[in-house]
């Protein structure tokens, strides 16, 4: 049951998705918020309608959401709200929550591009169409207002924004100082590590972001912060973050290791190291498996523990 813990209350929804429930949270203030809102079904809808009454609300009350980051299962429900309804979030959100024709085109482009440097074989080309399968959860809206690092939340000052790339460009972590509570979206999860997805470049003519870099180097950026409790985008909440960040970082460096292992018999691509990792989940999940691999490979290099080989438009990797 949806309960008020001081001035936050906790919404669980369902998700078309293998990563199961998503949580959103009522948060009061000068005004109330809903921070995220849950993927575009009927379902996620009535659960959300039926867990605000049981706080003594209907969504018409809800004066403004904020975004921690566009992916489809916290962003999509947007579009059953009124188009008057107030939305924040960073300025990355923008180009996943109101698709233009032009970004979906350069996004299209994007990953061409990579299946053909990741080694792609033709024959699994065709599941370059699942990558934008779960876009038809999302929405199509548009910001009111940007947040960034150091801004607070209109309506809700003691509420202060944290970029937090790695699992979506988008991604922010919102703090509040009085007590350290934070809400985390993915990029604190109890029980899993947030797959630090590939997106395209955030401009023309400039490099692809290295998520998994940006994520460990934001999960580092909250050791400056004194938490308390943290609020997740899936499952539990997290009562002990620093334990959990040196976990994740130590898990991810010793995962990156392995990987390392698996170029000690020559050098391989991309999609080599991720059927070798996925065996079973590479064709159903090809987006996330790849992500994962390529966030590895990053990883390694940016370390110097490998070193890239061009073969035409193909990239291997061998141990340096
Ligand atoms: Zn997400």
């Not at 790695?166 to 979206?185: F, N």
Request: proline content about 7%; hydrophobic content about 35%; some cysteine.
């Amino acid at each position: 049951m949806a309960e008020w813990n001081g001035t936050i209350a906790k919404i669980t929804l369902p998700t078309p998705f293998a990563v199961g429930d998503v949580n959103v949270y009522a948060v009061k203030g000068d005004r109330l918020a809903l921070f995220d809102v849950g993927p575009k079904t009927d379902e996620a809808w009535d659960l959300l309608k039926y867990q605000l009454s049981e706080l003594g609300l209907v969504p018409e009350d809800i004066e403004m959401v904020v975004l921690t980051h566009d992916h489809p299962d916290h962003a999509g429900l947007l579009d059953y709200f009124p188009k008057s309804l107030e939305v924040y979030g960073h300025p990355l959100n923008e180009r996943w929550i109101n698709r233009t024709d032009e970004f979906m085109a350069a996004h299209d482009r994007f990953y061409l591009g990579l299946f053909t440097e990741f080694g792609i074989p033709e024959t699994y080309q065709k599941l370059a169409g699942q990558l934008k399968k779960s876009l038809k959860y999302s929405c199509s809206r548009s910001l009111t207002g940007e947040i960034m690092e150091g801004d607070r939340v209109p309506g809700l000052p003691d509420w202060q924004v944290i970029e937090t790339p790695g699992h979506a460009q988008s991604h922010i972590t919102l703090y509040r100082e009085q007590d350290g509570v934070l809400i985390a979206g993915d990029h604190i999860l109890a029980h899993i590590s947030p797959n630090p997805l590939l997106e395209p470049p955030i401009a023309k003519g400039i490099e692809r972001p290295r998520p998994q870099l940006q994520y460990n180097r934001s999960l580092a950026k909250l050791r400056d912060y004194p938490a308390g409790l943290v609020y997740t985008g899936h499952g539990a909440n997290v009562s002990r973050l620093p334990e959990l960040i040196e976990r994740r970082l130590t898990r991810q460096h010793e995962r990156a290791m392995s990987v390392k292992k698996m170029l000690e018999d020559g050098p391989k691509t991309v999609f080599d190291l991720c059927r070798q990792l996925f065996p079973a989940a590479f064709e159903r999940e090809l987006g996330l498996t790849l992500s994962e691999t390529a966030g590895q490979v990053d990883y390694l290099l940016s370390l110097g523990e490998i070193e890239p080989v061009q073969d035409g438009k193909i990239k291997y990797f061998k141990i340096r």
